[in-house]
Every structure is written in C-alpha cells, then in structure tokens.
C-alpha cells in the first residue's frame, strides 16, 4: 500500500472511530477495521450490525478495559 493510500485509510479510520464514539457503540479501532474490511469485501453492512448485536447478547460484559475503551463518567 501506498503511503497516500495508507494515510487515508487511517484519516477515514480515525473519522468512523469518532463517529462511533458520537453514537456510544463501544466499539473500538480494531473491531471497527474489521468490520470496514468485511462491507469491503461485500458483506451486508446491515447483516453485520446484526451480528454484532446478537454477540453483545450472548457474551458477558469484560471487566478489564482496553485502552480504547470509552469510559464515560457516572
């Protein structure tokens, strides 16, 4: 990948993060990536959302945080 391509890639990144942050989805930089790549590849933007919804449901809450985790005061 280019250097200009790279640098885009991680502008519109960091844009969709702080969208994603504007909408408190929780979601962080990594599971953000893979899902770009996923609609990408041709996946169902909407069938995804599904997903990551179904898993959130099923999955216990982490008690440790990663840095990108956004804590939001009480």
Do not use: Q, W, Y
């Given at each position: 990948m280019d250097?200009?391509?790279a640098r885009t890639?991680?502008?519109s990144?960091?844009?969709v993060f702080h969208m994603s942050n504007i909408l408190d989805t929780g979601l962080d930089r990594h599971t953000l990536s893979i899902l770009i790549a996923l609609c990408?590849?041709?996946?169902?933007?909407e069938s995804l959302a599904a997903v990551v919804k179904e898993l959130r449901r099923e999955?216990?809450?982490?008690s440790?945080?990663?840095?990108e985790t956004?804590?939001?005061p009480p």
């Amino acid at each position: 990948m280019d250097p200009e391509a790279a640098r885009t890639a991680r502008d519109s990144l960091e844009l969709v993060f702080h969208m994603s942050n504007i909408l408190d989805t929780g979601l962080d930089r990594h599971t953000l990536s893979i899902l770009i790549a996923l609609c990408e590849m041709g996946l169902n933007p909407e069938s995804l959302a599904a997903v990551v919804k179904e898993l959130r449901r099923e999955s216990p809450p982490s008690s440790s945080s990663s840095p990108e985790t956004v804590i939001t005061p009480p």
